[in-house]
Structures are given as C-alpha cells and as structure tokens.
C-alpha cells in the first residue's frame, strides 16, 4: 500500500493550497481515509476525513477553511485549504482513520507566511 501526498507548498496567509493523495494497494472508496498533519514538535493530529459513505469530519481548527474529498476514479483524496493560518504550517500525509495504517511516508510541507 503506498499513500502519496502531494500539493504542499509555500503560500501566503489567506492564501490556498490542494492537496491530492494517490493511493495504490488499496481502494479509497472501501476505505475511511484522513488527512493528518504534525507540526514540528507537536504529535500529529487528524484534521479531516471521509468515511466510505461520504460522511465528512473536521478538526476545529480547520472546519470551514478545509474540505475533504475524493475521486473514485482517480483513487484520489483531496483536501482544498483556503484562508490559511501560520498556524497551518505542518507536514501533511495522508492515511486510513480506522484499524490498520498504512506506512506514512514523506508527505508533504504546508508552509504558511505571515
């Protein structure tokens, strides 16, 4: 199973970034999936996810700047940020949310400037 996060970047408070997880061993549609973030120093933490019905959830701290979603056909989970924090800076992965994980691999670094 391999989780590929990509979209990362450098932005701008209020700025906006998409992130995309391919995925490949496994299929997102049969499976609840979760973008996670770890700021340094700090523990990672779940901040969105999709359930295999479609159910959407959101940490505080992002719920209504971020918005998860997939594409069936794509195998791919996105989450769209807008109106950035500082406070967003963190590596971003993706991952399942319930039972087993897959390995986390690099994912990938949200930086935002004030």
């Known amino acids: 199973v391999q989780l590929q996060a990509s979209g990362g970047g450098l932005v701008q408070a209020g700025g906006s970034l998409r992130l995309s997880c391919a995925a490949s061993?496994?299929?997102?549609?049969?499976?609840?999936m979760g973008w996670y973030r770890q700021a340094p120093g700090k523990q990672r933490e779940l901040v969105a996810s999709?359930?295999?019905?479609?159910?959407?959830n959101y940490a505080d701290s992002v719920k209504g700047r971020f918005t998860i979603s997939r594409d069936n056909a794509k195998n791919t989970v996105y989450l769209q940020m807008n109106s950035l924090k500082p406070e967003d800076t963190a590596t971003y992965y993706c991952?399942?949310?319930?039972?087993?994980?897959?390995?986390w691999g690099q994912g990938t670094q949200v930086t935002v400037s004030s």
């Open positions: 999709i359930t295999t019905t479609g159910r959407t």
């Open positions: 061993g496994i299929i997102i549609l049969m499976n609840d």
């Open positions: 991952n399942r949310i319930n039972g087993w994980v897959a390995s």
